[in-house]
Protein backbone atom coordinates (compact mmCIF):
# COMPACT_ATOMS: atom_id res chain seq x y z
CA UNK A 1 0.00 0.00 0.00
CA UNK A 2 0.72 4.41 -0.93
CA UNK A 3 0.04 2.51 0.34
CA UNK A 4 -0.13 3.69 -0.26
CA UNK A 5 2.15 4.73 1.68
CA UNK A 6 1.32 4.40 2.41
CA UNK A 7 1.86 5.92 2.55
CA UNK A 8 2.99 7.88 6.73
CA UNK A 9 5.35 5.18 8.60
CA UNK A 10 9.19 6.04 8.56
CA UNK A 11 10.40 2.56 9.87
CA UNK A 12 8.03 -0.08 7.77
CA UNK A 13 8.61 -3.72 8.12
CA UNK A 14 7.03 -6.58 7.64
CA UNK A 15 7.43 -10.94 6.12
CA UNK A 16 4.26 -13.00 6.33
CA UNK A 17 4.23 -13.27 9.85
CA UNK A 18 2.35 -12.98 12.78
CA UNK A 19 4.04 -10.87 16.01
CA UNK A 20 4.04 -12.50 19.01
CA UNK A 21 5.34 -12.55 22.33
CA UNK A 22 8.38 -9.91 22.25
CA UNK A 23 8.66 -6.65 23.64
CA UNK A 24 9.62 -4.93 26.86
CA UNK A 25 7.59 -7.40 28.89
CA UNK A 26 5.32 -4.61 29.67
CA UNK A 27 1.24 -6.54 30.62
CA UNK A 28 -1.88 -4.95 29.91
CA UNK A 29 -2.70 -6.14 33.61
CA UNK A 30 -5.65 -8.10 34.75
CA UNK A 31 -8.38 -5.56 34.98
CA UNK A 32 -11.29 -7.78 34.63
CA UNK A 33 -14.42 -7.14 37.02
CA UNK A 34 -14.69 -9.18 40.54
CA UNK A 35 -11.93 -11.51 41.11
CA UNK A 36 -12.32 -13.61 38.33
CA UNK A 37 -9.43 -12.67 37.39
CA UNK A 38 -9.70 -12.08 33.75
CA UNK A 39 -7.51 -10.10 31.36
CA UNK A 40 -9.40 -7.06 30.13
CA UNK A 41 -9.62 -7.64 25.71
CA UNK A 42 -8.11 -3.86 25.12
CA UNK A 43 -5.42 -2.42 23.24
CA UNK A 44 -4.52 0.76 22.50
CA UNK A 45 -2.45 1.72 19.50
CA UNK A 46 -1.99 5.12 17.83
CA UNK A 47 -2.05 5.51 14.25
CA UNK A 48 -0.51 8.88 14.08
CA UNK A 49 -2.55 11.20 12.26
CA UNK A 50 -6.14 11.46 11.05
CA UNK A 51 -7.17 8.84 8.13
CA UNK A 52 -7.61 9.92 5.01
CA UNK A 53 -10.59 9.15 4.40
CA UNK A 54 -12.67 5.86 5.51
CA UNK A 55 -14.76 5.56 2.48
CA UNK A 56 -13.09 2.18 0.98
CA UNK A 57 -13.53 3.49 -2.00
CA UNK A 58 -11.72 6.85 -1.46
CA UNK A 59 -9.23 5.67 0.96
CA UNK A 60 -5.27 5.38 -0.53
CA UNK A 61 -3.04 5.51 2.54
CA UNK A 62 -1.84 3.09 5.03
CA UNK A 63 -3.53 5.10 7.79
CA UNK A 64 -6.91 4.88 5.96
CA UNK A 65 -6.14 1.37 5.41
CA UNK A 66 -5.64 0.44 8.73
CA UNK A 67 -8.77 0.98 9.73
CA UNK A 68 -10.54 -0.22 7.49
CA UNK A 69 -8.93 -3.94 6.98
CA UNK A 70 -10.21 -4.06 10.53
CA UNK A 71 -13.98 -2.37 10.60
CA UNK A 72 -14.76 -3.77 6.81
CA UNK A 73 -14.42 -7.37 5.42
CA UNK A 74 -13.77 -7.81 1.57
CA UNK A 75 -14.71 -11.68 -0.39
CA UNK A 76 -11.52 -12.97 0.61
CA UNK A 77 -9.34 -12.13 3.80
CA UNK A 78 -5.66 -12.41 4.55
CA UNK A 79 -5.42 -15.33 6.55
CA UNK A 80 -3.04 -15.48 9.82
CA UNK A 81 -0.47 -17.85 7.36
CA UNK A 82 -0.49 -14.60 5.00
CA UNK A 83 -2.72 -16.51 1.93
CA UNK A 84 -6.19 -15.09 0.80
CA UNK A 85 -9.21 -17.30 3.00
CA UNK A 86 -12.72 -17.17 1.78
CA UNK A 87 -14.11 -14.06 3.67
CA UNK A 88 -17.38 -12.30 3.04
CA UNK A 89 -17.20 -15.21 0.10
CA UNK A 90 -18.43 -18.46 1.48
CA UNK A 91 -17.41 -20.12 -2.10
CA UNK A 92 -15.73 -19.48 -4.93
CA UNK A 93 -15.95 -21.00 -8.69
CA UNK A 94 -13.31 -19.77 -11.54
CA UNK A 95 -14.05 -20.59 -15.00
CA UNK A 96 -11.42 -22.73 -16.65
CA UNK A 97 -9.48 -19.77 -18.93
CA UNK A 98 -9.77 -18.05 -14.94
CA UNK A 99 -11.48 -14.77 -16.42
CA UNK A 100 -14.88 -15.43 -14.42
CA UNK A 101 -15.48 -15.81 -11.00
CA UNK A 102 -18.40 -16.51 -9.27
CA UNK A 103 -18.69 -15.71 -5.59
CA UNK A 104 -21.28 -17.37 -3.35
CA UNK A 105 -21.92 -14.71 -0.16
CA UNK A 106 -22.04 -16.62 3.31
CA UNK A 107 -25.08 -15.25 6.02
CA UNK A 108 -23.49 -12.06 7.05
CA UNK A 109 -24.95 -8.57 8.08
CA UNK A 110 -23.89 -5.36 8.11
CA UNK A 111 -23.05 -3.77 11.98
CA UNK A 112 -26.68 -2.38 12.00
CA UNK A 113 -28.40 -5.81 11.45
CA UNK A 114 -28.74 -5.20 7.31
CA UNK A 115 -27.74 -8.68 5.23
CA UNK A 116 -24.42 -7.72 3.60
CA UNK A 117 -25.86 -8.52 -0.58
CA UNK A 118 -24.31 -9.14 -3.74
CA UNK A 119 -25.40 -5.49 -4.64
CA UNK A 120 -23.57 -4.20 -1.81
CA UNK A 121 -20.12 -5.43 -3.89
CA UNK A 122 -21.54 -4.35 -7.04
CA UNK A 123 -22.57 -0.78 -5.89
CA UNK A 124 -19.05 0.06 -4.02
CA UNK A 125 -16.94 -1.08 -7.26
CA UNK A 126 -18.91 0.79 -9.18
CA UNK A 127 -18.75 3.87 -7.51
CA UNK A 128 -15.08 4.05 -7.36
CA UNK A 129 -14.77 3.40 -10.92
CA UNK A 130 -17.01 6.42 -11.49
CA UNK A 131 -14.98 9.49 -12.05
CA UNK A 132 -17.15 11.73 -10.70
CA UNK A 133 -16.27 10.60 -7.33
CA UNK A 134 -12.27 11.00 -7.82
CA UNK A 135 -10.97 7.65 -6.56
CA UNK A 136 -7.98 7.61 -6.19
CA UNK A 137 -7.68 4.19 -6.72
CA UNK A 138 -9.71 3.43 -8.95
CA UNK A 139 -7.06 2.19 -11.23
CA UNK A 140 -6.82 -1.34 -8.95
CA UNK A 141 -10.02 -2.30 -10.26
CA UNK A 142 -9.24 -1.91 -14.25
CA UNK A 143 -8.96 -5.70 -13.66
CA UNK A 144 -12.53 -5.79 -14.23
CA UNK A 145 -13.81 -5.89 -17.59
CA UNK A 146 -14.19 -2.78 -18.72
CA UNK A 147 -13.11 -0.98 -15.59
CA UNK A 148 -10.57 1.35 -17.18
CA UNK A 149 -13.28 2.45 -19.70
CA UNK A 150 -15.48 2.90 -17.29
CA UNK A 151 -13.19 4.91 -15.20
CA UNK A 152 -12.22 7.00 -18.27
CA UNK A 153 -15.62 7.86 -19.70
CA UNK A 154 -15.39 5.60 -22.18
CA UNK A 155 -18.43 3.19 -21.82
CA UNK A 156 -21.32 3.10 -19.00
CA UNK A 157 -20.79 1.71 -15.79
CA UNK A 158 -23.05 -1.02 -16.79
CA UNK A 159 -20.79 -2.59 -18.64
CA UNK A 160 -18.01 -3.22 -15.66
CA UNK A 161 -18.02 -6.92 -15.49
CA UNK A 162 -19.45 -7.12 -12.12
CA UNK A 163 -22.87 -7.96 -11.71
CA UNK A 164 -25.44 -9.40 -8.75
CA UNK A 165 -26.73 -12.21 -9.75
CA UNK A 166 -29.46 -12.21 -6.75
CA UNK A 167 -28.52 -11.13 -3.16
CA UNK A 168 -25.91 -14.25 -2.58
CA UNK A 169 -24.24 -14.70 -5.76
CA UNK A 170 -21.82 -11.67 -7.62
CA UNK A 171 -20.46 -12.92 -11.13
CA UNK A 172 -17.08 -10.84 -11.52
CA UNK A 173 -15.53 -10.68 -15.16
CA UNK A 174 -12.26 -9.83 -15.80
CA UNK A 175 -10.02 -8.45 -18.42
CA UNK A 176 -7.67 -11.13 -18.57
CA UNK A 177 -6.96 -14.28 -16.42
CA UNK A 178 -5.07 -12.63 -12.53
CA UNK A 179 -3.45 -15.09 -11.03
CA UNK A 180 -3.78 -12.61 -7.53
CA UNK A 181 -6.68 -11.91 -7.96
CA UNK A 182 -8.25 -13.15 -4.72
CA UNK A 183 -5.72 -11.39 -3.14
CA UNK A 184 -6.93 -8.06 -4.78
CA UNK A 185 -10.15 -8.61 -3.27
CA UNK A 186 -8.94 -8.70 0.14
CA UNK A 187 -7.47 -5.00 -0.43
CA UNK A 188 -9.60 -2.10 0.46
CA UNK A 189 -10.68 -0.77 -2.86
CA UNK A 190 -12.67 -4.44 -3.22
CA UNK A 191 -14.41 -3.59 0.20
CA UNK A 192 -18.50 -3.22 0.11
CA UNK A 193 -20.47 -0.75 1.43
CA UNK A 194 -23.82 -0.77 2.63
CA UNK A 195 -25.42 0.38 -0.64
CA UNK A 196 -29.38 1.44 1.08
CA UNK A 197 -27.41 3.43 3.34
CA UNK A 198 -24.71 5.45 1.04
CA UNK A 199 -27.35 6.05 -1.41
CA UNK A 200 -29.91 7.62 1.35
CA UNK A 201 -27.25 9.83 2.93
CA UNK A 202 -23.65 10.31 0.83
CA UNK A 203 -21.54 11.59 3.47
CA UNK A 204 -22.27 8.58 5.44
CA UNK A 205 -18.35 7.94 5.82
CA UNK A 206 -17.36 11.23 7.15
CA UNK A 207 -18.56 10.66 10.95
CA UNK A 208 -19.23 8.26 13.53
CA UNK A 209 -23.30 7.26 13.89
CA UNK A 210 -25.74 5.16 12.97
CA UNK A 211 -25.25 5.60 9.54
CA UNK A 212 -21.60 4.61 9.76
CA UNK A 213 -21.93 0.57 9.14
CA UNK A 214 -19.24 -1.94 8.28
CA UNK A 215 -19.09 -5.53 8.16
CA UNK A 216 -15.65 -6.49 9.50
CA UNK A 217 -15.02 -7.81 13.30
CA UNK A 218 -15.13 -4.24 14.85
CA UNK A 219 -17.42 -1.56 14.23
CA UNK A 220 -16.53 2.28 14.89
CA UNK A 221 -17.73 3.47 18.28
CA UNK A 222 -16.74 6.82 18.07
CA UNK A 223 -14.64 9.26 16.07
CA UNK A 224 -13.27 12.08 17.69
CA UNK A 225 -11.39 14.06 14.13
CA UNK A 226 -7.43 14.31 14.72
CA UNK A 227 -7.80 12.91 18.26
CA UNK A 228 -8.86 9.02 18.38
CA UNK A 229 -11.05 6.68 16.77
CA UNK A 230 -12.70 3.76 19.18
CA UNK A 231 -13.68 0.88 17.01
CA UNK A 232 -15.22 -1.94 19.58
CA UNK A 233 -16.25 -5.86 18.70
CA UNK A 234 -19.32 -6.00 16.06
CA UNK A 235 -21.95 -8.01 17.71
CA UNK A 236 -23.05 -8.80 14.21
CA UNK A 237 -19.80 -10.28 12.49
CA UNK A 238 -20.30 -13.79 11.13
CA UNK A 239 -17.09 -14.78 12.67
CA UNK A 240 -17.28 -13.21 16.16
CA UNK A 241 -16.77 -16.24 18.08
CA UNK A 242 -12.84 -16.02 17.20
CA UNK A 243 -12.75 -12.59 17.54
CA UNK A 244 -11.06 -12.01 21.23
CA UNK A 245 -10.79 -7.99 21.65
CA UNK A 246 -13.70 -6.18 23.03
CA UNK A 247 -11.93 -2.69 22.07
CA UNK A 248 -9.65 -1.12 20.27
CA UNK A 249 -8.34 2.79 20.84
CA UNK A 250 -6.40 4.46 18.00
CA UNK A 251 -5.11 7.44 19.17
CA UNK A 252 -3.40 10.22 16.56
CA UNK A 253 -0.59 11.23 18.68
CA UNK A 254 2.35 13.32 15.88
CA UNK A 255 4.83 12.39 17.92
CA UNK A 256 6.96 9.49 18.03
CA UNK A 257 8.70 10.50 21.23
CA UNK A 258 5.18 10.84 23.15
CA UNK A 259 4.48 7.64 21.59
CA UNK A 260 7.13 5.84 22.95
CA UNK A 261 7.02 7.26 26.39
CA UNK A 262 3.17 6.34 26.27
CA UNK A 263 4.16 2.50 25.75
CA UNK A 264 6.67 2.85 28.56
CA UNK A 265 4.36 4.10 30.51
CA UNK A 266 1.80 1.37 30.14
CA UNK A 267 -0.55 3.92 28.46
CA UNK A 268 0.10 2.38 24.88
CA UNK A 269 0.30 -1.37 23.67
CA UNK A 270 2.24 -0.68 20.60
CA UNK A 271 4.84 1.86 19.57
CA UNK A 272 6.24 1.51 16.13
CA UNK A 273 5.21 0.36 12.81
CA UNK A 274 2.95 -0.62 11.62
CA UNK A 275 0.50 1.82 12.97
CA UNK A 276 3.29 4.91 13.30
CA UNK A 277 6.60 4.92 13.78
CA UNK A 278 9.15 4.93 16.45
CA UNK A 279 11.48 8.12 16.78
CA UNK A 280 14.90 7.50 15.28
CA UNK A 281 17.12 8.80 17.83
CA UNK A 282 15.86 5.69 20.06
CA UNK A 283 16.78 2.87 17.87
CA UNK A 284 20.30 1.99 18.91
CA UNK A 285 18.87 1.95 23.06
CA UNK A 286 15.95 -0.13 22.00
CA UNK A 287 18.24 -2.45 20.26
CA UNK A 288 20.71 -2.59 22.45
CA UNK A 289 18.07 -3.40 25.67
CA UNK A 290 16.70 -6.25 23.21
CA UNK A 291 13.01 -4.78 22.91
CA UNK A 292 13.26 -4.01 19.57
CA UNK A 293 11.40 -6.05 17.03
CA UNK A 294 13.00 -5.17 13.01
CA UNK A 295 11.34 -7.11 9.84
CA UNK A 296 11.62 -6.36 6.62
CA UNK A 297 8.71 -5.65 4.40
CA UNK A 298 7.94 -5.01 0.70
CA UNK A 299 7.54 -1.49 0.60
CA UNK A 300 9.79 1.71 -1.01
CA UNK A 301 10.54 5.32 0.43
CA UNK A 302 11.03 7.84 -2.74
CA UNK A 303 11.25 11.02 -3.77
CA UNK A 304 8.79 11.97 -6.24
CA UNK A 305 9.52 15.00 -8.98
CA UNK A 306 6.92 16.97 -10.40
CA UNK A 307 7.79 16.45 -13.68
CA UNK A 308 5.96 19.10 -15.30
CA UNK A 309 7.37 21.61 -13.32
CA UNK A 310 11.09 22.81 -14.26
CA UNK A 311 13.89 22.10 -13.27
CA UNK A 312 12.40 18.04 -12.75
CA UNK A 313 10.71 18.07 -16.52
CA UNK A 314 13.99 17.47 -17.64
CA UNK A 315 15.72 14.29 -16.81
CA UNK A 316 19.30 14.98 -16.81
CA UNK A 317 18.18 16.84 -13.82
CA UNK A 318 16.13 14.26 -11.99
CA UNK A 319 18.94 12.20 -12.34
CA UNK A 320 21.37 14.28 -11.16
CA UNK A 321 19.23 14.91 -7.93
CA UNK A 322 19.21 11.56 -7.49
CA UNK A 323 22.74 10.29 -8.19
CA UNK A 324 23.90 12.85 -5.83
CA UNK A 325 22.14 11.16 -2.65
CA UNK A 326 24.17 9.31 -0.31
CA UNK A 327 21.53 6.74 0.67
CA UNK A 328 24.11 4.18 2.58
CA UNK A 329 24.09 7.34 5.12
CA UNK A 330 20.47 7.45 5.37
CA UNK A 331 19.74 4.18 6.68
CA UNK A 332 23.07 3.65 8.90
CA UNK A 333 22.90 7.37 10.60
CA UNK A 334 19.36 8.28 10.49
CA UNK A 335 16.99 5.38 10.35
CA UNK A 336 19.05 2.44 12.12
CA UNK A 337 16.81 -0.43 11.50
CA UNK A 338 18.31 -2.37 8.87
CA UNK A 339 16.67 -0.58 6.23
CA UNK A 340 18.46 -1.54 2.36
CA UNK A 341 19.26 1.69 0.31
CA UNK A 342 17.44 1.75 -2.53
CA UNK A 343 18.42 1.92 -6.23
CA UNK A 344 15.85 0.80 -7.66
CA UNK A 345 11.84 0.91 -7.46
CA UNK A 346 10.51 -2.76 -6.95
CA UNK A 347 11.58 -4.42 -3.47
CA UNK A 348 14.05 -7.26 -3.08
CA UNK A 349 11.49 -9.60 -2.07
CA UNK A 350 10.24 -9.38 -5.75
CA UNK A 351 13.17 -8.83 -7.60
CA UNK A 352 16.06 -10.12 -5.57
CA UNK A 353 18.72 -8.50 -7.83
CA UNK A 354 17.40 -4.99 -6.76
CA UNK A 355 19.28 -5.52 -3.42
CA UNK A 356 21.90 -3.80 -5.70
CA UNK A 357 19.36 -1.70 -7.63
CA UNK A 358 20.35 -0.21 -10.92
CA UNK A 359 23.23 2.75 -10.37
CA UNK A 360 26.05 3.12 -7.76
CA UNK A 361 24.70 4.92 -4.82
CA UNK A 362 26.51 8.66 -4.15
CA UNK A 363 27.62 9.10 -7.67
CA UNK A 364 28.83 12.41 -7.26
CA UNK A 365 30.93 12.25 -10.60
CA UNK A 366 27.83 11.08 -12.40
CA UNK A 367 25.57 13.35 -10.70
CA UNK A 368 27.63 16.85 -11.48
CA UNK A 369 28.31 15.91 -15.45
CA UNK A 370 24.39 15.38 -15.54
CA UNK A 371 23.48 18.20 -13.49
CA UNK A 372 25.37 20.69 -15.95
CA UNK A 373 24.16 18.72 -19.26
CA UNK A 374 20.56 19.42 -17.78
CA UNK A 375 20.94 23.40 -16.95
CA UNK A 376 22.56 23.55 -20.75
CA UNK A 377 19.39 22.46 -22.12
CA UNK A 378 17.05 24.40 -20.09
CA UNK A 379 18.98 27.30 -20.67
CA UNK A 380 20.22 27.84 -17.54
CA UNK A 381 24.05 29.14 -16.94
CA UNK A 382 24.64 27.28 -13.83
CA UNK A 383 22.45 26.62 -10.42
CA UNK A 384 22.27 30.12 -8.95
CA UNK A 385 19.67 30.65 -12.09
CA UNK A 386 17.50 27.09 -11.21
CA UNK A 387 14.16 28.35 -9.00
CA UNK A 388 13.66 27.80 -5.45
CA UNK A 389 13.89 24.04 -4.96
CA UNK A 390 11.12 22.57 -2.47
CA UNK A 391 11.19 19.52 -0.73
CA UNK A 392 8.09 19.06 0.52
CA UNK A 393 6.75 16.15 3.23
CA UNK A 394 4.51 15.13 5.88
CA UNK A 395 5.32 16.20 9.56
CA UNK A 396 7.41 13.66 11.00
CA UNK A 397 11.00 13.26 12.75
CA UNK A 398 11.99 10.88 10.23
CA UNK A 399 10.94 12.38 7.35
CA UNK A 400 12.02 15.88 8.53
CA UNK A 401 15.54 14.21 9.02
CA UNK A 402 15.83 12.80 5.98
CA UNK A 403 14.98 15.73 4.24
CA UNK A 404 16.74 17.83 6.28
CA UNK A 405 20.02 14.68 5.09
CA UNK A 406 19.24 15.43 1.48
CA UNK A 407 19.23 19.01 1.56
CA UNK A 408 22.78 19.03 2.63
CA UNK A 409 24.13 16.84 0.21
CA UNK A 410 22.88 18.71 -2.31
CA UNK A 411 23.97 21.88 -1.36
CA UNK A 412 27.62 19.84 -0.97
CA UNK A 413 27.45 17.96 -3.92
CA UNK A 414 25.67 19.75 -6.45
CA UNK A 415 26.00 23.59 -4.81
CA UNK A 416 21.89 23.64 -5.29
CA UNK A 417 20.57 25.57 -2.28
CA UNK A 418 16.72 24.19 -1.24
CA UNK A 419 13.85 25.42 0.86
CA UNK A 420 12.06 22.46 3.12
CA UNK A 421 8.20 22.37 3.27
CA UNK A 422 6.39 20.28 6.06
CA UNK A 423 2.33 19.67 5.82
CA UNK A 424 -0.17 17.77 8.45
CA UNK A 425 -0.93 14.25 5.72
CA UNK A 426 -4.06 15.08 4.78
CA UNK A 427 -3.21 18.44 3.53
CA UNK A 428 -0.21 17.27 2.82
CA UNK A 429 -1.50 14.34 0.27
CA UNK A 430 -3.76 16.62 -1.20
CA UNK A 431 -1.12 18.57 -2.37
CA UNK A 432 0.38 16.10 -3.69
CA UNK A 433 -2.52 14.69 -5.76
CA UNK A 434 -3.24 18.55 -6.85
CA UNK A 435 0.46 19.02 -8.53
CA UNK A 436 1.73 21.74 -5.65
CA UNK A 437 5.05 20.56 -5.34
CA UNK A 438 8.14 20.23 -6.66
CA UNK A 439 9.62 17.03 -4.38
CA UNK A 440 7.63 15.01 -2.48
CA UNK A 441 8.20 12.28 -0.29
CA UNK A 442 5.69 9.64 -0.58
CA UNK A 443 5.95 5.93 0.59
CA UNK A 444 4.57 2.86 -1.34
CA UNK A 445 3.51 -0.58 0.49
CA UNK A 446 2.63 -3.38 -1.59
CA UNK A 447 -0.94 -3.32 -2.28
CA UNK A 448 -0.53 -7.32 -3.38
CA UNK A 449 2.21 -9.34 -3.78
CA UNK A 450 3.33 -9.12 -7.35
CA UNK A 451 6.04 -6.51 -9.09
CA UNK A 452 3.47 -4.73 -10.96
CA UNK A 453 1.82 -3.17 -7.91
CA UNK A 454 4.95 -1.12 -7.60
CA UNK A 455 4.99 0.33 -11.49
CA UNK A 456 1.47 0.04 -12.75
CA UNK A 457 1.17 3.35 -9.95
CA UNK A 458 3.12 5.32 -13.36
CA UNK A 459 1.42 4.06 -15.81
CA UNK A 460 -0.49 6.40 -16.70
CA UNK A 461 0.32 10.19 -16.47
CA UNK A 462 -3.18 10.83 -14.81
CA UNK A 463 -3.11 7.98 -12.74
CA UNK A 464 -5.15 8.08 -9.29
CA UNK A 465 -1.42 7.53 -7.35
CA UNK A 466 0.80 8.83 -9.90
CA UNK A 467 1.64 12.54 -8.90
CA UNK A 468 4.49 12.80 -10.66
CA UNK A 469 2.51 13.23 -14.20
CA UNK A 470 5.25 10.99 -16.13
CA UNK A 471 4.59 8.73 -18.66
CA UNK A 472 6.35 6.46 -21.51
CA UNK A 473 4.46 4.78 -23.83
CA UNK A 474 6.69 1.97 -23.94
CA UNK A 475 6.48 1.20 -20.49
CA UNK A 476 2.87 1.55 -20.35
CA UNK A 477 2.52 -1.30 -23.25
CA UNK A 478 5.18 -3.38 -21.45
CA UNK A 479 2.78 -3.72 -18.42
CA UNK A 480 -0.83 -3.95 -20.77
CA UNK A 481 1.21 -6.85 -22.69
CA UNK A 482 2.54 -7.79 -19.23
CA UNK A 483 -1.07 -8.79 -18.14
CA UNK A 484 -1.82 -11.09 -21.23
CA UNK A 485 1.36 -13.12 -20.74
CA UNK A 486 0.73 -16.55 -19.77
CA UNK A 487 4.14 -17.09 -18.87
CA UNK A 488 5.39 -16.19 -16.07
CA UNK A 489 8.84 -16.36 -16.30
CA UNK A 490 8.56 -13.80 -19.95
CA UNK A 491 5.63 -11.91 -17.95
CA UNK A 492 8.59 -11.15 -15.47
CA UNK A 493 10.83 -10.30 -17.38
CA UNK A 494 8.70 -7.71 -19.19
CA UNK A 495 8.24 -6.24 -15.72
CA UNK A 496 11.95 -5.79 -15.34
CA UNK A 497 12.32 -4.40 -18.76
CA UNK A 498 9.07 -1.69 -17.60
CA UNK A 499 11.33 -1.51 -14.78
CA UNK A 500 14.48 -0.16 -16.66
CA UNK A 501 12.92 2.10 -18.25
CA UNK A 502 11.02 3.72 -15.30
CA UNK A 503 14.48 4.21 -13.72
CA UNK A 504 16.17 5.87 -16.50
CA UNK A 505 13.73 8.28 -17.14
CA UNK A 506 13.55 9.10 -12.72
CA UNK A 507 10.31 10.04 -12.07
CA UNK A 508 10.80 9.15 -8.49
CA UNK A 509 14.37 9.23 -6.87
CA UNK A 510 14.29 5.46 -4.58
CA UNK A 511 15.80 6.13 -1.16
CA UNK A 512 15.12 3.03 0.75
CA UNK A 513 13.26 -0.55 1.08
CA UNK A 514 11.72 -0.46 4.08
CA UNK A 515 11.58 -2.72 7.40
CA UNK A 516 9.32 -2.29 10.42
CA UNK A 517 10.50 -1.84 13.41
CA UNK A 518 8.19 -1.90 17.02
CA UNK A 519 8.04 -2.60 20.36
CA UNK A 520 4.78 -4.57 22.28
CA UNK A 521 4.50 -6.63 25.28
CA UNK A 522 4.98 -9.75 25.75
CA UNK A 523 1.08 -11.05 26.66
CA UNK A 524 -0.32 -9.47 23.02
CA UNK A 525 -0.42 -12.23 20.97
CA UNK A 526 -1.65 -13.09 17.25
CA UNK A 527 -1.61 -9.29 15.62
CA UNK A 528 -1.09 -10.32 12.06
CA UNK A 529 0.94 -8.45 9.57
CA UNK A 530 1.60 -9.43 6.31
CA UNK A 531 4.77 -9.43 4.07
CA UNK A 532 3.14 -6.28 2.44
CA UNK A 533 2.93 -4.36 5.98
CA UNK A 534 -0.87 -4.61 6.43
CA UNK A 535 -2.06 -5.14 9.86
CA UNK A 536 -4.85 -7.47 11.24
CA UNK A 537 -6.65 -7.50 14.56
CA UNK A 538 -9.26 -9.91 13.81
CA UNK A 539 -7.71 -12.97 15.83
CA UNK A 540 -5.18 -10.36 18.25
CA UNK A 541 -5.63 -11.09 22.28
CA UNK A 542 -4.19 -10.69 25.44
CA UNK A 543 -3.08 -13.83 26.90
Known amino acids: MKKRFSLLLVILLAASMILAACGDGKDNGDEGSGDS?????????????????????????????????????????????????????????????????????????????????????????????DPANESQYAYQLYYLKNGAAANEGKVSLDEVGVKAIDEKTLEVTLEQPTPYFLELTAFYTYLPVNSKIAEANPDWYKNAGEDYVSNGPFKMASWEHRTKIELVKNDQYWDKDNVKLEKIDMHMIDDENTELSMFQKGELDWAGAPFSALPTDAIPQLKKDGDLNIKPIAGVYWYKFNTEVEPFNNVKIRKAFSYAINRQAITDNILQAGQIPAMAAVPPSMFQENEDGYYKDNNLEEAKKLLQEGLEELGYKDVSELPTITISYNTSEAHQKIAQAIQDMWRKNLGVETELENEEWAVYIEKLHNGDFMIGRMGWLGDFNDPINFLELFREKDGGNNDTRWENA??????????????????????KQAEEIFIDEMPVAPIYFYTNAWLQPDNLKDVAISGLGDVQLKWAYFE
Not at 77 to 93: H, K, S
Not at 476 to 483: E, G, I, P, R
Open 474 to 495: EFKQLLLDSQEERDPDVRMQML
Open 37 to 129: GKTEQYLRVNIKTEPFSLHPGLANDSTSGSVLRNTFEGLTRIGLNGEPENAMAEDIQVSEDGTVYTFTLRDAKWSNGDPVIAQDFEYAWKWAL
